[in-house]
């Protein structure tokens, strides 16, 4: 009698055979997880052909990325000679889906040594162990499902694991207002419904009463229709009946997806003739769990829902407070911008957050044809971040408005974010108190004067713009980075400079504006992140290949540079310079009264030159010599102020303003009949001639800025800026290092 484990010689069977026709897969792994075994189950189960993945990691199975963590946890706990058992999720070489129980032990030596791993797998709930299987089994998916809050990810998700394991067929059908839309139609195989037979994705779906689907939402429970040929229902066109009745649908399970006690939608699952299965019926187990399913997708559905509203509202501030889709038209610059937010993936390991952030940008036009152009960055996200972001904006249009030197608005706007709106509370961990801090912001302030070419710019802790001359790309370089607005909280004692740095911008270059998602945490093919200055060498290759095409392909070139999915939003502003010098005439005149004829000769002469209207130039004359009679009048011609410091028992001390010089005087009467009188003074004139409008400004010395009287019926003056203000386009004043300029706006046709 033979013993047990020891067969008789006729019924010897080599160990190839028996694994060969096991209904298990089973796989063996070297000591460092590399695959050098798998038989023909495994094959069918795992979904590869031949031996393409011996001599592979294991993770060449179809491990789904979020399971690569537990099967690293696999190799070190059965390598040291321990059992593991867990349920993976695995992706099929056609792009499907499986959930496999797998249950490893260790492969050992004649000696006791461990060298390897021995993998047995099976699909989950094909075996008599399934109420074991079913709670991995809701654990893996409810995962898999919370790694995306993006709805249509979601629906993908949930498309990818339930066909084919589960169904031959999904539909997932949302409400969206009082009624029910398609939002997934998922089959096996690949296969589609042809055209008018079963609603496509984001049609309308009407149930008919009685329906399994109707049965489901009404009872909030799930509804087994075990065998469709004893049940009869009425379907929604006699065109879907019919479709069904040729694919054979067999068995029906029908979920109501709730969450929060709101009833979202209604889930279907069928099993047909599309594929071959042990048994093509769903039982009570399976409807049970099709339920229990159902409420992780309503939870993740939900989720979704939530958050693409969040996002909707951060986008709807972004797109109403950022500028429009197309930049104004200016004179001596080609513009074009570009704002993309980021998608909310799972690798960016920003959570529930939205990726729509506080991003900006803007283009000011200022006095005389100049513009002001800014970039900047919010830290944070979501809608906090974009409504700080449209007071940004706002704050710096009206400060712009000033015009003064760009380090000076910077100075300004550091105060105004330190004293904004109340800011996001902090509670500490250590103490209960709730302290406050303005946000972060950083940000360039740029002003450029086409007719000139000069560039003045401060910087409060932004990236540097790429400037483009003559096909090379370098950084416009910065003297000092500054720091980011707001870093000083109130009650910080201190001051932050930001220094004005100029610039002289050749014809024809470009200036590339960006902010730091463009560079930050751009992903590799390795899985690996590029560094800051890896990233901005391939914006710099992705210009420098299209530089001498127009702002609009340089600015989805440098979107584009990086491949792969953005952490963060990106804003890109792209500028160039006129190729060609813009019509400017510029004279200097004596400060006299003689001088406003002068004057109003010049720009007759200029205005004629330019092609503007007769009658257009008589206007545009009239006001020159308002504005420089009023200059010659009660700017230039006012005596300086003079000061006197009175010392006790000694001289009189007499300083003059304008002349910057002080005196000793012993005799103050002698000194003021004998004082000089100031020197004539000048003013200049200067005419800008753009596309569309002339510009004129009046410089002088005087820092006192003008502003409209209040003139009686029998005054001789007082309406000169009163004019101005009715008949130009648009007025005003600014201060300049050595006194004020007065300018005006007017349509050159």
């Known amino acids: 009698m033979k013993r047990w484990g020891e067969s008789p010689f006729e019924a010897l069977l080599p160990p190839e055979t028996v694994l060969a026709q096991m209904e298990m897969a089973v796989v063996v792994c070297d000591r460092f997880s590399n695959v050098i075994y798998g038989n ?15 001599g592979h990691s294991i993770l060449s199975l179809g491990i789904a990325e979020e399971d690569h963590e537990q099967a690293t946890e696999l190799a070190k706990h059965v390598l040291k000679g321990g059992v593991w058992e867990g349920t993976f999720c695995n992706q099929r070489a056609d792009g499907s889906t499986v959930y496999t129980r797998a249950h490893a032990v260790p492969l050992r030596h004649p000696s006791g040594a461990v060298d390897g791993i021995v993998i047995f797998a099976r699909e989950a709930l094909r075996s008599n162990q399934r109420e074991q299987d079913r709670y991995g089994l809701l654990e893996r998916i409810g995962e898999r499902l919370s790694a995306s809050l993006e709805l249509a990810a979601t629906l993908q998700r949930v498309a990818e694991t339930l066909v ?19 939002r997934v139609s998922a089959h096996a195989g690949g296969w589609e419904p042809p055209p008018g037979t079963w609603a496509e994705t984001g049609e309308p779906v009407s149930y008919p009463p009685g329906h399994f689907a109707t049965r489901a939402m009404n009872r909030r429970d799930a509804v087994l229709v075990e065998d469709m040929l004893q049940h009869r229902f009425s379907a929604p066109t006699e065109e879907s009946r019919r479709l069904g009745d040729a694919m054979g ?5 029908a979920a109501p997806l709730i969450a929060r006690g709101e009833l979202l939608g209604v889930m279907s699952l069928a099993l047909s003739n599309l594929s071959r299965r042990p048994d093509p019926h769903y039982d009570g187990f399976d409807r049970d769990l099709i339920g229990a399913i159902a409420s992780r997708i309503a939870l993740a559905v939900d989720n979704a829902l939530l958050f693409e509203e969040e996002r909707e509202t951060a986008l709807a501030f972004q797109k109403h407070l950022l500028p429009g889709e197309r930049p104004p038209r200016l004179d001596g610059l080609q513009i074009a911008w570009r704002y993309e937010p980021a998608r909310p993936l799972e690798s960016h390991g920003h959570g529930i957050q939205t990726q729509v952030g506080g991003d900006w940008y803007d283009v000011i036009p200022l006095s005389a044809g100049r513009v002001g152009l800014v970039i900047g960055d919010v830290e944070g996200r979501g809608a906090r971040a974009a409504a700080v972001m449209g007071q940004l904006r706002a704050a710096l249009r009206a400060f712009a408005q000033d015009d003064k030197p760009p380090a000076d608005i910077l100075r300004k706007l550091d105060e105004w974010v330190r004293t904004m709106t109340r800011p996001s509370r902090i509670t500490s961990g250590w103490s209960n108190d709730d302290l406050v801090r303005p946000p972060l912001v950083s940000c360039t302030y740029f002003v450029y004067d086409a007719w000139s070419r000069v560039l003045e710019f401060a910087n409060a802790g932004h990236d540097p713009p790429l400037l483009v001359v003559d096909g090379d790309v370098r950084d416009l370089e910065f003297e000092s980075e500054g720091a980011m607005l707001g870093v000083r909280a109130q009650g910080i004692g201190g001051e932050i400079l930001f220094n004005e740095e100029t610039a002289e911008l050749k014809p024809g270059s470009t200036l590339v504006l960006y902010t730091d998602g463009l560079i930050d945490r751009r992903p590799r093919d390795d899985g690996g992140y590029h560094t800051r200055e890896q990233a901005r060498e391939a914006v710099r290759r992705a210009v420098a290949s299209v530089a001498r095409k127009d702002v609009e392909t340089i600015a989805g070139a440098a979107y584009d540079a990086i491949p792969g999915d953005i952490a963060d939003d990106v804003a890109i502003v792209v500028i160039r310079t006129a190729p060609d010098e813009l019509a400017v005439a510029d004279r200097t005149f004596p400060a006299e009264p003689i001088m406003v004829s002068e004057a109003r000769r010049m720009a007759s002469d200029a205005f004629a030159a330019w ?62 009949l004998g004082r000089r009188e100031p020197p004539t003074k000048d003013f200049r004139v200067r005419l800008r001639r753009g ?3 002339v510009w004129v400004e009046v410089f002088d010395t005087d820092m006192r800025l003008p502003r409209i009287r209040s003139a009686g019926e029998t005054d001789e003056g007082g309406r000169g800026l009163y004019l101005v203000d009715q008949l130009a386009t648009r007025w005003g004043a600014r201060p300049t290092q050595d006194g004020k300029a007065v300018w005006f706006q007017l349509p050159l046709h």
């Open 611 to 672: 092609g503007m209207p007769a009658e257009q130039a008589e206007l545009a004359c009239l006001l020159v010599s308002e504005v420089v009679t009023n200059v010659v009048l009660h700017a230039t011609t006012t005596p300086a102020p003079r000061r006197e410091l009175v010392l006790d028992g000694g001289p009189q001390v007499h300083f003059n303003l304008d002349e910057d010089d002080w005196s000793l005087d012993p005799d103050p009467l002698g000194a003021d």
């Open 249 to 253: 649908i067999t068995s029906v399970i």
């Open 691 to 693: 596309a569309d409008a």
């Open 40 to 54: 023909h189950f495994a094959r069918q189960l795992f979904g590869f052909g031949g031996d393409e993945v011996i």
């Open 164 to 182: 084919p394991q589960f169904a031959d067929h999904c539909f997932i059908d949302l409400f969206g207002g009082d009624r029910l839309y398609r």
